[in-house]
């Protein structure tokens, strides 16, 4: 199967990996990049998880100039400021960006491991991505951001890791998934698994599930942003007529679907689809309830992890991790003894805001990491 | 193909029908039932339009005694009292439950429209409605009621016909689609369309887009209800295990995931995938402000209606219709001399709180009823 993996990347090699879930993965690899400079005595290290589809390349660095995903968050003065923090960011396991995923190649067979890898958890996630912290000489992180995904992967790095992080920032994260969340995402892996071309995972360059992955891609996008947003951008404008197939009674016509378009077009080939199932129920599974003591709640799974300080910031227009999940994660860190604080921005844009806003995101990034100790 | 008719349904012979994209529509008929009895100065007829999927057996009557699909809202002593009033609901033109539509046999070629129906517009839903109404000798609606698609289609009905209408109710209606509805939707007719088997709409029984329509249903229903009331209702419950096939790695787990593929199971053969295709995109063209004098915004076209007395209700929680659209409604009318009351209901259900949330729709709708003049 064909990897993306960006200029400059470095891989760590996993040692054994026993998986939640049941298995062990063997010769697995992270991919990971990094910014600015580990202090000697290793307590300025900021470690970060991304949401489904990103890349280690969170923004420009020495190995590789391109611009990432995280830009204008992540660099020298930035919020999270380069100069200050030895910055790392893993790409999740389980993806194809570089790391080992269920579109590597199986080492037992020579051949990919489609739907023979292991199931994957993000427990397993984070103890992929601790493993490359740890390899890095580093013991306990100065933060630990995670995003999305990442904010859930976060969670469960706490919990396998106690101690090993002293600050946590939570960007439109949640404890758990709840029911809209799990039809979404559910509907979008149906959409992969009813295209005729997914073959049950054994699909290649020629016959690729590029319908399923479009679908999935397009209402991911729909529930990544929001109506409001819409709203002002698109309203009902309608594409010129040169952009259009008068041939085509339902194709495109309105700015929006065009949006969606492009979007999925960008998408299809670029992420690879049995990678995007796995990585996709990997989110429905998680639960910090599991880890509550004596049957309790998910606050009381959330107040079992240890870490000094937090903070939780989610946007009132998010549909698909609402605002009450990063309340949640604060409460519940703070029940287990942190200085939790929950931020709720007013952003337009949705669930994606923390990709786009960085008007209300970095400030609340970088006044919380001015404040982390080195 | 396949007609969905209920029994007792009573049917309507259209005059040739003149479309508003062109074309023109001969021998076609509309499918209704009716409750209650026509006063002699027929001035006590209240018309239903529904939503898109709908027939127009809305509840039990005389000649069918099933309950309907809105059976708590109209009947003897209900909040639409057939006591007091001669309800009419029609299927919508386009539809495929009586009405023709492209499911519907072509007069000149003896076969099936499917795509070559002509476009449809909500504006052509009305005018056909309004020819059952003028069928029935009623020159004036007391009530004219919208729910849905058919709030939408009530307003081309009032535009299309001054002073057809004394009152109006408009429930989980707008004016215009906004681009996330719109989003949606695109997404529903792309899952039909790249179904295989759809063939450019030259589908049987046999070689049906069960896939597409499958997709199609599930998207609709998870916007059609909220993720409040799926937080209460299913939360993080997982199927028993005998009603998971645990051969399929991607099955069904949650209970949500069961809820949706039920709510598909039973839609996908009951509706016609063309039909589905025509009314789904009749919403998206929908647009009142087409109708504003001198080039004006959607409140100017809403002002050009003509209604003495008009309710617009909406949920708190509707993300396809969404609150605001409800207010413009009422705002639009009364800017054109209407006495008109927005009614915001904190229903949890989402869109589709009319259906179920009676305890709140029910006063809603016998209370504006009470005080129409006969």
């Known amino acids: 199967m064909t990897e993306f993996i960006p200029a400059g990347t470095r891989f760590h090699e996993l040692p054994e990996l026993a998986m939640k879930r ?12 990094t910014w600015g400079t580990l202090d000697p005595n290793r307590d300025n290290a900021v470690l970060i998880l991304t949401g489904l589809s990103p890349d280690a390349h969170a923004a420009a660095n020495a190995t590789n100039a391109e611009p990432g995903w995280w830009e204008a968050m992540l ?6 400021d380069s100069n200050r923090w030895f910055v790392i960011c893993v790409n999740a396991l389980g993806s194809c960006k570089g790391s080992t995923g269920p579109a ?10 489609r739907l023979d890898f292991p199931e994957l958890s993000l427990e397993d996630v984070a ?19 995670g995003n999305s995904m990442g904010g859930m992967a976060a969670l469960a790095y706490l919990l396998r890791n106690p101690g090993s992080g002293r600050s946590h920032i939570n960007i ?38 590029e319908a399923g992955m479009r679908m999935a891609r397009k209402l ?25 197939d008068d041939e085509d009674p339902f194709g495109l016509e309105f700015a929006v679907e065009s949006y969606l378009e492009g979007h999925a077009r960008r998408f299809v080939r670029r992420f690879d689809p049995n990678c995007y199932l796995y990585l996709s129920r990997s989110m429905d599974w998680f639960d910090m309830a599991e880890y509550a003591p004596d049957g309790g709640d998910v606050l009381a799974g959330l107040a079992t992890l240890q870490v000094e300080r937090a903070l939780a910031i989610g946007v009132s227009t998010d549909i698909l991790f609402p605002l009450q999940q ?3 994660i ?4 703070r029940a287990g003894g942190a200085d939790a604080t929950f931020l709720p921005l007013p952003s337009p844009q949705g669930h994606d805001a923390f990709l786009v806003d960085i008007a209300r995101f970095g400030p609340a990034v970088a006044e919380f990491l001015g404040a982390v100790r080195r």
């Open 330 to 333: 604060a409460d519940g860190l």
């Open 220 to 244: 991911g996008v729909i529930t990544y942003r929001s109506a409001l947003e819409w709203d002002g951008r698109f309203g009902r404008v309608r594409l010129d007529s040169d952009r259009r």
């Open 75 to 80: 660099g020298a003065g930035k919020p999270i």
């Open 326 to 328: 990063q309340e949640q």
């Open 127 to 145: 103890d992929a991505a601790a493993s490359v912290v740890a390899s890095l000489g580093i013991e306990r992180l100065a933060c630990l951001i």
């Open 172 to 209: 439109s994260g949640s404890a758990r998934a709840l029911p809209f969340s799990i039809a979404i995402r559910s509907l979008q892996r149906e959409a992969i698994r009813l295209d005729p071309a997914w073959s049950h995972g054994r699909y290649d360059e020629v016959h690729y599930p």
């Open 104 to 113: 590597s190649i199986n080492p037992d067979t020579g051949e990919p491991y």
């Open 22 to 33: 049941g298995g062990v993965l063997r010769g697995a690899r992270l991919a990971y990049e």
